[in-house]
């Protein structure tokens, strides 16, 4: 059947070119990992399909490629094809004119990919980028048998969410587990608290500087309220501020059953499959909670739907055969398969044809009923705007600040920011 899938592909793909001769150069930050062996065979089967073609995949380490890429949009020489996280960055260099739109694949992209997949990389009603790895979102993980032998039922609601945080504090257990020394883990709860309360469409126009909204705002400061309630209650452990995710403090709180839950991205149930086995069929998900009377839709994620996108900019000599390329990237079925073998969830209608884990299905569902899925806060925002984002709020999770000045604090370094 899946010979029969890729000749069929192949068939299609060569009756469909016209034999273009086109050199694509595409710039990505896959030195290493899953994806990128999955690029370089997907551009040499591209090749060996459209004969003329040459697409030269140029792979750079992270740093130095955002340093390279923004020369060369400054310089006019630029790749022809980029990859970007979307966001702010991004909409930098839309604003400058740099990036094409892909309006003439429009139709394509919403028939064949996740209806959120597409937020990080549109302004204006354009879509510019197209999803190349992996969906990743921040889900509540949480010990099944601590839940059952409690009669802890998923919470659906913040209200539920606090009676379930007191009933495990009452009975010895650590609610949640957070090592927030890195402050990114903690960021997770104000981003869903706000999008809880305010709604997808409220935050964009705050983190896009829109005229009228501000941080400054009833949802934000509610959402530092709430998150420093949760810290006053105790749904923490102590010094959490302190420890450290990557050195795997809070994971071995959660392994070792002392905590029954832990907010965290997907990318979690990889180290649970290296670090702790033996807890794997313990493990279960669900979204964070809906806020009452809030105005957030209770399926949406806080993550990203993409991670990463191929982007065509304006100075592509060959535009059509750089959208054929991007086309193509995952309609080749050889390409698909590679990528969730080696651990990527791609936003791809049809990816879950692919997927056998019980747990990865799972996500996949709750990505799929997502209308939205809010790209982190320190990707969306430039880098400067999203370290004062994480400190800001690393200090209300310390009761150093109050939500009314963290609120100000960073609508003001936006306003600086924006008024250069």
């Known amino acids: 059947m899946r010979r029969f899938l890729v000749i069929m592909l192949i068939v299609g793909l060569v009756s469909s070119s016209v034999m ?5 150069t595409v710039w990505d930050v896959w030195t290493t990992g899953t994806m990128k062996p999955v690029i370089d065979e997907a551009a040499v089967r591209f090749e060996k399909w459209n004969p ?5 995949v140029v792979h750079i380490q992270n740093d130095p490629f955002k340093t390279k890429l923004k020369i060369a949009m400054g310089a006019g020489t630029p790749p022809d094809i980029f990859q970007s996280w979307g966001g702010g960055v991004l909409k930098t260099y839309i604003d400058a004119g740099k990036v094409y739109p892909l309006d003439k694949l429009n ?5 064949k990919f996740m209806s959120s997949a597409f937020d990080p990389v549109t302004f204006n009603g354009h879509i510019y980028g197209i999803p190349a790895e992996s969906v990743t979102g921040a889900f509540f993980w949480y010990r099944k048998s601590i839940f059952k032998k409690h009669n802890i039922q998923i919470p659906k609601t913040w209200s539920d969410f606090l009676d379930v945080c007191s009933k495990l504090k009452k009975n010895g257990i650590i609610p949640i587990a957070l090592a927030n020394r890195t402050k990114w883990p903690g960021s997770f709860y104000y981003m869903y608290l706000a999008d809880r309360i305010a709604g997808y469409e409220f935050v964009q126009k705050v983190l896009n500087h829109e005229k009228g909204y501000s941080f400054v705002s009833d949802p934000y400061i509610q959402a530092g309220k709430m998150l420093q309630e949760l810290v006053k209650m105790g749904a923490f452990e102590k010094g959490f501020n302190g420890l450290d995710y990557d ?12 905590s029954a839950m832990i907010l965290m991205g997907s990318w ?3 180290a649970i499959k290296r670090e702790a086995p033996q807890v794997i069929d313990d493990i279960g998900i669900f979204n964070f909670p809906m806020v009452e009377n809030g105005k957030g839709d209770p399926d949406d994620l806080v993550g990203s739907p993409g991670q990463d996108y191929l982007c065509i900019t304006n100075a592509a000599k060959d535009k059509r055969a750089a959208m054929l390329f ?8 050889i390409a698909l398969q590679e990528a969730v073998a080696g ?3 791609i936003p791809f209608k049809g990816v879950e044809t692919f997927v056998t884990d019980p747990v990865v299905s799972e996500e996949l569902n709750l990505f799929m009923g997502a209308k939205h899925v809010q790209l982190w806060y320190d990707q969306f925002l430039p880098p400067e705007l999203g370290e004062v984002h994480k400190n800001v709020v690393q200090a209300l999770f310390g009761l150093q600040i109050t939500p009314e000045q963290a609120s100000e604090q960073q609508q003001k370094a936006f306003d600086k920011y924006y008024s250069k």
């Open 20 to 24: 273009l001769a086109s050199v694509i």
């Open 326 to 333: 991007l086309r193509n990237y995952f309609t080749d079925a």
């Open 107 to 111: 139709a394509w992209l919403k028939a």
């Open 247 to 258: 050195t795997g403090q809070s994971r071995a709180l959660f392994y070792t059953g002392k």
């Open 343 to 345: 651990g990527n969830l």
């Open 268 to 270: 979690l149930y990889g």
């Open 52 to 56: 003329g073609m040459q697409i030269n």
